[in-house]
């Protein structure tokens, strides 16, 4: 498997270190490629006040910072523009006209904000304080409804449609490492995570198996996990393997635990991203970039 990360963060936004600095940590470790995915600006779209989104006034220093790398490490290292944007219903999301005009090579679309039936949104991507805290104040210490919502917001994205890369699929695990607040074996959580797998197989978008969260030592597994990693091949949707890197030192992090994943779940590839609209299947078994390991793969998407 060679390596490569489509989902990369830097100071711009909620990471540590320049895009240079990213640059020459994917040349050390051996990267074919390297994409930035800044977290798209909120406040104009949505009134919410971040402090880990890209700021509205430093999105064209952004997109130079990229640009301007992509020069430099021309014949060396491919470089790739993109951006990581909230679906937040009624408010934005990656369908929105505005991201097209933007020169970018792709999107991330996921869900970070959940809106509640009982009115205000909750950020599911806290820390376990505030988790606890906006499960009280936003769902009414309901998991289970917070888990509805969850799939139910990224079923509207999926079908809104407008990315490329469906980011961190199950990210509503990461403050439920106790099953505290809801079943990830349940068949209400396994159901809804199938509606959306069989969802992402009729878009022309792959899902990424995302390492972020066990660089962060904030889960102990992979988004999205094995489990539902057998649901989206079964359903044909491709996959890529994703660093979700906020510092240089985590590029290519656990990336031989999601090759592992990928294969329990029963690919024998994965994709790289060669520049829109091209992918690349790159085997998991055998010499990177040889012939073999293509036997078996993801079944054809549904027409």
């Avoid at 919410?48 to 430093?58: A, G, K, N, P, R």
């Avoid at 640009?67 to 009624?90: C, F, M, N, Q, S």
């Avoid at 039936?117 to 009280?136: H, I, K, N, T, Y």
């Amino acid at each position: 498997m060679r390596y490569s990360s489509m989902h990369t963060h830097t100071a711009f936004c909620d990471g540590h270190g320049g895009v240079e600095d990213f640059c020459r940590a994917a040349w050390d470790r051996g990267f074919v490629s390297l994409g930035f995915s800044a977290h798209a600006p909120v406040y104009r779209k949505t009134g919410i006040v971040s402090d880990w989104h890209l700021q509205e006034e430093q999105l064209s220093a952004y997109l130079e910072a990229v640009h301007a790398a992509r020069r430099r490490w021309e014949g060396k290292l491919p470089v790739y523009l993109g951006l990581e944007v909230d679906y937040i219903p009624g408010l934005m999301g990656p369908q929105d006209a505005d991201y097209r005009g933007l020169g970018l090579d792709y999107l991330i679309g996921s869900v970070h904000y959940v809106p509640s039936p009982w009115g205000g949104m909750m950020l599911v991507d806290s820390s376990a304080e505030e988790f606890q805290r906006d499960l009280g104040g936003v769902f009414r210490h309901d998991g289970e409804a917070l888990m509805e919502a969850y799939w139910d917001a990224q079923l509207g994205m999926i079908r809104a449609g407008g990315f490329d890369i469906l980011g961190h699929m199950d990210l509503i695990k990461k403050n439920n490492a106790q099953e505290q607040w809801f079943s990830s074996s349940s068949e209400g959580y396994n159901r809804r995570a199938a509606a959306n797998a069989a969802a992402l197989a009729h878009s022309s978008a792959v899902v990424e198996v995302n390492t972020g969260g066990l660089n962060r030592g904030s889960v102990q597994e992979t988004y999205p996990s094995a489990a539902i990693l057998r649901l989206l091949w079964e359903q044909g949707v491709p996959a890529i393997v994703t660093a979700d890197a906020h510092r240089p030192e985590h590029l290519g992090g656990f990336y031989e635990t999601a090759r592992e994943t990928l294969l329990r779940a029963g690919y024998t590839h994965a994709l790289l991203f060669t520049g829109q609209p091209q992918w690349t299947p790159d085997p998991l078994l055998g010499q990177p970039g040889g012939a073999g390991g293509l036997t078996g793969a993801a079944p054809p998407r549904p027409v």
